[in-house]
């Protein structure tokens, strides 16, 4: 079974950094893209940013660029977001996600608060 494990949320002050990880397990993970999407109350869940299987090409939502770095291990199976200089508005519940089969993949969802 498709399954994705993050890790790394947390309480954060503006203008600081966490790193969120993914471990993923049940398929073939380096014939996927990976996605991190965020779910902030109230709102749409919206594409953060997205890798290839190959880790050689990466997009971010234009409210995350410059900031915010997708990577991935593909020996460990594991996607990372890198997030810096953190806004309040980067409040959400951050997921990992992948396209499988006409399916989309999610895992539990890890909490990133950014407050003073």
């Known amino acids: 079974q498709v399954q994705f494990v993050e890790s790394g949320g947390g309480l954060v002050q503006p203008g600081g950094s966490l790193r969120l990880s993914c471990a993923a397990s049940?398929?073939?993970?380096?014939?996927?893209?990976m996605n991190w999407y965020r779910q902030a109350p109230g709102k749409e869940r919206e594409l953060v940013a997205t890798?290839?299987?190959?880790?050689?090409?990466?997009k971010y939502a234009d409210s995350v660029k410059g900031r915010f770095t997708i990577s991935r291990d593909n020996a460990k199976r594991t996607v990372y977001l890198q997030m810096n200089s953190l806004k309040p508005e980067d409040t959400a519940v951050y997921y990992c996600?992948?396209?499988?089969?006409?399916?989309?993949?999610w895992g539990q969802g890890t909490q990133v608060t950014v407050s003073s």
């Open positions: 996600n992948a396209r499988i089969d006409s399916r989309h993949y």
């Open positions: 890798i290839i299987p190959a880790g050689s090409s990466t």
């Open positions: 049940g398929f073939t993970f380096s014939s996927y893209i």
